[in-house]
């Protein structure tokens, strides 16, 4: 896989900086390429890759049922009933601990236990661990290019799945467009050959997840893995071994990359905020300056300046009060300064961080789920929709009957909490039970509510009230 970059928006700013956002939401359709999912894929060097590792699957499965073990011998005080092996040194050192003994007879000790020899199979020699490490790399490596290959699917079966959402607001669909432009024609090239690839990483993982709990794998994989590769009789001399061995010469895997230490993530990060802003009902009579981002957005009652502090951008939304999200590069430090609430920020999907990526065509919504919740935490008194700018009705709650968003507030420990969701049959619940795989399963809990939601949700996308914001 080629790693992913972002050096292209570097190159954005020499020739885009300081303009008009109605200058810079245009280039959004023209130049501006803010969605790549397919273009960083290497098809190939996957396809090379995987064929390395069916020539060493029949190893690795012999391995995990016939492995090469050591006898260690060991020595334990055992009860005199279960001692099989003893030498002249149990009798030395009964002699010594006379708490071992039973009774004396006519001058003859009886023990009740004694030192004995015992032999255990010792699996941790330096070729199994050699065997553990090429598991856990080729699972590594299948795993990682699995969540790259769903995405790619998920991506397009979204984008059709999206089109017929009819409780969004228009400059959803907008944006839709814009990031979709030229995807289409390149998916329709490599969607086969996706599937395929996907169908074969399925097969390899589940035969070595099926194996897992054989001993000479569970036995060896909490230790240091991070072992230097040299030669031995075994991996020399043993046929399946010297498989092992050959395969992890051959096989090259991409380290893994922090792109956030990448500078320009920083710049993406920057543009897919005024992108997701823009796209939001928000509007702007500033210019946009990338490298001192200090720019005043307006959405009916809603105002909200984006500024960027060394590697960090502080949210500050303006209705009623004032609320301030600060979203921090994972890899920077923290400033201080004041705000409600922290987010991390990664190009590295996990469940501390807001998922980030050029290759992830969800990265604006999630983004767009920070506006929505600012907005929401800066209003006391609820008369129009924060996501349509419609009138609200107050019952039990506030619910939007355009585009059927309801607000929830909730007080716990004193303190004020809302929760959003959207008054809508949830279709998707029966995919989720239905799903197995870990990757769509996840992506259908996220979209229970289109987004809409600003508190995490359940494995059955209910909302999660976390009390840390």
Known sequence: MK??????????????????????????????????????????????????????LPSLKHIFINPIIHLKEDSEVLPIEMSRNISNKSFEYLSFHSEHWSNIEKGKIRPKKILTKTYQDNYSIYENIVFTKCVNDILSYIRKNLHELNDIIYSNKKLEIDLLE???????????????????RIFSKYSKQAIKLITKLNEINDILTSRLNKKVYQLNKDKNLNIK????????????????????????????????????????????????????????????????????????????????????????????????????????????????????????????????????????????????????????NFKICPFCGDLLIQKNNYFCPNCYTIIEEKTINNNLYFITKIKAKNKFLPLIEKTKDKFLRNRLIERQFYFRNITRLNSLGEPIIDEKK
């Not at 009819?166 to 289409?184: D, P």
């Open 229 to 380: 590769l040299h030669k031995s009789n075994i991996l020399l001399m043993d046929k399946n071994y010297s498989k092992v061995y050959k395969f992890l010469k051959a096989f090259k895997q991409e380290s893994s990359q922090d792109i956030n230490d990448d500078p320009d993530y920083q710049y993406f990060l920057k543009f897919l905020l005024i992108f997701s802003t823009i796209n939001f009902n928000f509007e702007s009579n500033d210019n946009i300056d990338f490298d001192n981002l200090n720019i005043n957005f307006k959405y009916n009652v809603y105002n909200l300046n984006i500024k960027s502090i060394n590697d960090n951008i502080l949210l500050t939304f303006q209705n009623d009060t004032i609320y301030k999200i600060l979203l921090k590069k994972s890899s920077s430090k923290q400033e201080f300064m004041y705000y409600d609430e922290l987010i991390n920020v990664s190009d590295i999907e996990s469940t501390n961080n807001l998922f980030i990526s050029v290759n992830n065509i969800d990265s604006f919504r999630r983004l767009q789920q920070v506006l929505l919740k600012g907005m929401i935490y800066s209003t006391r």
């Open 3 to 56: 790693p992913k970059t972002y050096s292209y928006f570097n190159n954005y700013i020499t020739d885009y900086n300081n303009i008009s956002t109605l200058k810079f939401d245009n280039l959004t359709s023209t130049k501006f390429n803010l969605f790549a999912s397919i273009d960083s894929f290497d098809f190939l060097e996957l396809e090379k890759n995987i064929e390395l590792i069916y020539k060493v």
């Open 166 to 184: 009819h409780t969004n607001h228009e400059n959803y669909y907008v944006a839709l467009g814009k990031l979709q432009s030229g995807y289409i």
